[in-house]
């Protein structure tokens, strides 16, 4: 019994809008979207880094994106920017080059960007989504 409770407590807990159980694996992004469409990307906030931790030549942003039906968020890698991504409203699926499968993200669901991930969304719904990023980015 205590076994159990803590493998439970070591387990990391599955995360709304992560790859699917079972479906990481390299993804070689065929057909990949390269140009925006269809997308406004607006900064929000951003602190200068340098004056706050010392970590000279690095922003904290937030940016709000708004991906119409059809559009995306072309092709970009995370190396050296982990970014957290909030749903706000909509639904946008991500496809992913640690994940085997589409990734589908609905209202609410926050995505982990990091750990050098390449990846692009689509809007395949017919209402706009509203993305919230916020990331670590350098000048």
């Not at 995360?15 to 694996?25: L, Q, R, S, T």
Request: proline share 7%; net charge positive; aromatic share 4%.
């Amino acid at each position: 019994m205590i076994a159990t409770i803590a493998a439970l407590g070591a387990a990391t807990p599955a995360v709304a809008g992560d790859c699917p159980a079972g479906k990481a694996g390299t993804n070689p992004l065929t057909g990949a979207a390269t140009a925006p469409k269809g997308v406004t990307d607006d900064v929000v906030g951003s602190i200068d880094l340098g004056s706050e931790l010392k970590f000279d030549g690095h922003d904290l942003r937030t940016r709000r994106l708004v991906v119409q039906p059809g559009g995306v968020v072309p092709l970009h890698s995370h190396k050296g920017r982990p970014a957290l991504i909030l749903t706000a409203r909509g639904a946008i699926t991500e496809y992913r080059s640690s994940c085997t499968v589409p990734i589908q993200h609905k209202a609410g669901d926050v995505s982990r960007e990091a750990d050098g991930i390449s990846h692009w969304w689509k809007n395949n719904g017919k209402v706009p989504a509203v993305l919230y990023s916020s990331d670590v980015k350098p000048r």
